[in-house]
């Protein structure tokens, strides 16, 4: 990559789904500690942008680099697993943790540590009373609360969040975005919605998704510079 | 103290009225149940599992007419077909039903037209699509033991990486993990799982033996070790229970095996959920 404080860097990168082209030419650069707002309509491409930045999908044509072991939170719009796999919330949101727990047998500390971070996540996000709960028993709200759990317990450098407000009431909107008010300013953060919601976000920078990327000035949000990625939100 | 237990092992055989080979053929085979059947039901397995089992009886041709212990071509084409399929499944291609389909037809029609024109020596075909436990012999069960314990082992080494894997692909490659390797593993256990089954209730019910007992244990129990130890348990029902019955009714094992899961299956489906799991407050998904 170009610059060392970069986390992740796309050049010219286009993706074909089939004979349509969802995403042309797209050129975007992540510094650490910024904040990004991707909006557009549906279909226009967030998403498939998103789970390029994150390594899920290969460009058609471009190049996608991210730091070498860079740490990942991301919260899906639609999770790829099945919730009738017998696992438990708190047994869920550990999995975050994996980065770390490799080794074979990982030591007690390394354990406990774990311990401790999942025990703070659930309870600022008051998942307390389901941590014990299976994922058959939340609600479309609750999953989505554990799921942030998840992405929050790696303790990511990137957190990469895909219309996390979607299923939200208005109070666990107002806590989330509180909670990633929260967040150490080191950690970047990108998220893509189509629902802007102005009194809520964050002081973020905002990108136009549709097909190709422009940079946006909307409400209090302050256009991306997309490829110098230095400025902090 | 060794001779005693063998002894009662062997009484506890004759007892059943099978051979002492059998009955420990078919209490391997119930580890497999539990451990492997559980990866196949929960991953959705049981199709590619199925497609890999019916294209190992090419495998079984293929051995036949070059003069090859019809395992070693089964297993081969069982790993080749895991190694082809693991990266179609990764895709998740739109028409993998498709390919699975074909791969299952194409599997037998080359198994067939093979052993059509091959001699057979002593090599029953029947035996191989749907199982004989007299062709167990006690030389054989030192492989087996070895390839379930192997299998076996793979999976509670790796079993947080693999779980992780099973459960949320995406997830565990976000967090760094060879998931690309480990899918291959998790789809190598199954097909080699497979091929071990095939003395037992062969080719063509192979994939029943492994996805029938975890089912039940699904019905049965919530956390992932009670659904492993259970269907363990309910593999060791359906395998022993099975062969005594066969040998008391003069009927195959393998089919009857099968079939006594298919009953206990629909049997722990007449009683509701809530009777089973009263706690429970299940969700629409979504």
């Known amino acids: ?233 | 103290m060794a001779t005693a237990d063998t002894t009662l092992f062997a009484s506890a055989a004759a007892a059943l009225g099978v051979t002492p080979a059998a009955l420990a053929a078919a209490m391997l085979a119930s580890l497999l149940c539990g451990f492997v059947g559980t990866v196949v039901v929960l991953r959705r397995l049981v199709a590619l599992g199925g497609g890999i089992a019916h294209a190992a009886f090419g495998g079984v041709g293929l051995a036949m007419l070059l003069g090859f212990d019809p395992r070693l071509g089964a297993g081969a084409v069982a790993v080749f077909a895991a190694a082809a399929l693991s990266p179609l499944r990764r895709e998740r291609l739109a028409h993998q039903d498709a390919a699975i389909g074909v791969l299952w037809a194409v599997g037998m029609a080359v198994g067939m037209l093979l052993l059509s024109g091959t001699a057979h020596g002593d090599m029953d075909v029947e035996a191989i699509l749907f199982g004989d436990l007299a062709q167990v012999r006690s030389q054989d069960l030192a492989a087996l033991a070895a390839l379930v314990f192997a299998m076996i082992g793979g999976l509670l080494l790796f079993g947080r990486e693999l779980v992780a894997t099973a459960f949320d692909d995406e997830h565990a490659e976000l967090q760094g993990l060879p998931v690309g390797a480990l899918s291959f593993v998790l789809l190598l256990i199954v097909a080699l799982s497979v091929v071990a089954l095939l003395t037992l209730v062969g080719i063509v019910l192979a994939i029943a033996l492994l996805a029938i007992p975890p089912l039940v244990a699904l019905r049965l129990f919530r956390s992932l070790p009670a659904i492993v130890a259970g269907g363990c348990a309910v593999g060791l029902l359906l395998t022993v229970g099975g062969l005594a019955l066969a040998a008391r009714l003069a009927t195959p094992a393998g089919p009857t095996i099968i079939l006594l899961g298919g009953l206990v299956l629909g049997l722990v489906h007449l009683v509701p959920h809530r009777t089973l799991h009263p706690g429970r407050r299940e969700q629409p998904s979504g």
């Open chain 1, 1 to 233: 990559m170009t610059d060392p404080a970069l986390l992740v860097e796309l050049r010219r990168v286009s993706y074909r789904f089939g004979a349509d082209l969802v995403l042309d030419e797209i050129d975007l650069a992540l510094a650490e500690g910024e904040r990004l707002a991707l909006l557009g309509p549906n279909g226009g491409g967030k998403s498939t942008l998103v789970r390029l930045l994150l390594g899920l999908l290969r460009p058609a044509s471009g190049t996608v680099e991210r730091r070498s072991g860079l740490r990942l939170g991301y919260v899906p719009q639609f999770p790829a697993f099945d919730r009738h796999f017998p696992v438990r919330v708190e047994e869920m949101i550990l999995q975050g943790r994996l980065r770390d727990r490799r080794r074979l047998l990982p030591r007690a500390a390394s354990r406990a540590r774990d311990r401790l971070l999942v025990d703070e996540v659930v309870a600022r996000l008051e998942l307390g009373p389901l941590r014990r709960a299976y994922l058959t028993e939340l609600s479309g709200g609750e999953l989505k609360r554990a799921l942030v759990a998840r992405a929050l317990v790696a303790e990511p450098e990137l957190l990469v969040l895909d219309e996390p407000t979607a299923a939200l009431d208005e109070p666990s909107r107002r806590a989330f975005w509180a909670l990633l008010a929260g967040l150490p300013e080191r950690t970047a953060i990108v998220l893509a919605t189509h629902d802007l919601d102005p009194e809520t976000f964050l002081p973020m920078r905002a990108a136009l998704v549709d097909r190709r990327l422009e940079p946006l000035e909307v409400g209090g949000l302050h256009a991306h510079p997309l490829v110098c990625g230095h400025g902090h939100g």
